[in-house]
């Protein structure tokens, strides 16, 4: 693991040209419409947004408060892009965007932020942090200073189609053997593992980690999509639900890996976008998606959690809790929940699924970030921070007392797994469709 006490130095940074320092505050500039100018004139320093923030509870560090990631901008801001900033910096707080400051830019954007937003709910002004942050990140964007592993992972997305570069006849073979799991599972040999069914309501979309490492949890979603009978099928080609264009700050990256699943739905000519279990890639698809790509989509776009909740209150699939009988509570996705507004399908669909469902405190909302939202999952020379601030989560899982920790989010699977082994929680880590296919109750199989 790599030592990131102190800050990280990236040597690019420190060969920048006056035209590289231009081209950031261009990019700066096209980001910084008037409610963003706003936010960054807005600020009034009261501190009220560090307790808000896990970076900061768990270590007391002054230098990861929201407010500093703020004030870091808007130094910048107000020297290149305001009429007095410059000549009066030493009254208006002004910085050029040297070196030095880029350095801090990359260590404080992308190393000590998982743009959660939490923040926001106790700013007393209400500044969108989190897209501050964006807006400073595509700045580096420009410069090809996103961290390298990070920008590997958008540009594997680009290159191949999704973000493991898994290829497709990789993704057939996992298919073909979940779709004779799925036949054995439910006893029915002619059950379907669809790939590329044409005139369907559904086009699923996947985290690609589930075909590499968790084909269960894939197992599972067909489970239950088969019991509802509900027309539906997976994309051969395009079938990302992620999108770490969201996290690196570049737009044109984020816009060609959702316009790929919006071309993929008129190609199969799928009704409604479907996306898998995944905070940030719901945030990406369903709101970010029409701006990035100027567009109203035809077609609906929605949670599996949102699925399968109205598969329950239409009763095309029943569960009985006992089969769940441990305790479980359920962590909230930040994208999804907080940024997203997928808050209580996730609550009812737990109440009906298992027979022991405690919350943690605080919830919804206001839940705390498990700490590997923002990228910070790929970005390893921030491991030991990422996991140091996963400790506000950790605490407040074992205070449940809960034996399974649900999260309907494929990062914050992964965190949680490393939460649970570093703080020793002793808990098993599951997905929202994993905890419905347990408690699904064979033989209800219905129609659409």
């Not at 920048?16 to 936010?39: G, N």
């Not at 698809?285 to 035809?298: D, F, G, Q, Y």
């Amino acid at each position: 693991m790599v030592d990131d006490d102190k800050q990280q130095h990236v040597p690019e940074a420190k060969r920048l040209t006056e035209a590289d320092i231009a081209a950031a505050v261009e990019a700066l500039r096209s980001k910084i419409d008037h409610r963003l100018a706003a936010y960054l004139n807005s600020c009034i320093r009261c501190g009220l947004c560090a307790e808000s923030c896990h970076y900061y509870i768990a270590t007391g560090n002054p230098e990861v408060q929201p407010a500093l990631k703020v004030k870091l901008l808007q130094s910048v801001y107000r020297w290149h892009l305001t009429v007095t900033g410059k000549s009066l910096s030493s009254l208006t707080g002004a910085h050029r965007l040297d070196e030095a400051m880029v350095q801090r830019w990359i260590d404080c954007l992308f190393g000590s932020c998982t743009m959660c937003g939490r923040c926001t709910l106790n700013c007393t002004v209400g500044l969108d942090i989190p897209r501050l942050v964006r807006a400073g990140r595509s700045a580096l964007v420009s410069l090809n200073l996103v961290p390298s592993e990070l920008q590997s992972t958008v540009d594997t997305a680009v290159d191949t189609g999704n973000n493991m570069g898994i290829t497709r006849e990789e993704w057939l073979e996992t298919a073909r053997w979940i779709e004779e799991e799925l036949q054995q599972e439910v006893g029915d040999p002619e059950a379907r593992l669809p790939i590329d069914r044409e005139d369907v309501r559904f086009l699923y979309t996947v985290n690609p980690r589930e075909i590499k490492f968790f084909p269960l949890s894939l197992l599972a979603t067909a489970k239950i999509l088969h019991a509802s009978g509900e027309s539906w099928t997976f994309s051969s080609d395009y079938y990302d639900v992620t999108n770490y264009g969201l996290f690196s700050g570049d737009d044109s990256a984020a816009a060609l890996i959702s316009r790929r699943l919006h071309e993929t739905m008129k190609r199969l000519r799928a009704g409604t976008l479907v996306l898998g279990e995944c905070g940030h890639g719901y945030n990406a698809n369903r709101w970010e998606a029409p701006e990035w790509l100027v567009i109203t989509p035809e077609h609906g776009t929605r949670s599996i959690v949102q699925i399968i909740a109205g598969f329950l209150r239409q009763g095309r699939i029943k569960l009985d809790p006992a089969r769940n009988p441990k305790r479980v509570t359920l962590h909230d996705p930040c994208n999804l929940v907080r940024l997203g507004g997928v808050i209580e399908d996730q609550r009812f669909i737990l109440h009906r699924a298992v027979a022991d469902f405690v919350e943690m405190y605080p919830n919804r909302e206001r839940n705390f970030c498990c700490g590997g939202g923002g990228g910070q999952l790929s970005m390893t020379t921030y491991s030991k921070r990422r996991l140091e601030a996963g400790k506000v989560k950790a605490e407040q899982i074992a205070r449940t007392g809960a034996k399974v920790v649900v999260t309907p989010c494929h990062n914050c699977i992964d965190q949680l797994s490393e939460l649970n082994k570093e703080y020793k929680l002793g808990v098993e880590v599951r997905t929202l469709s994993e905890v419905v296919a347990d408690a699904l109750v064979p033989g209800t199989e219905t129609s659409p």
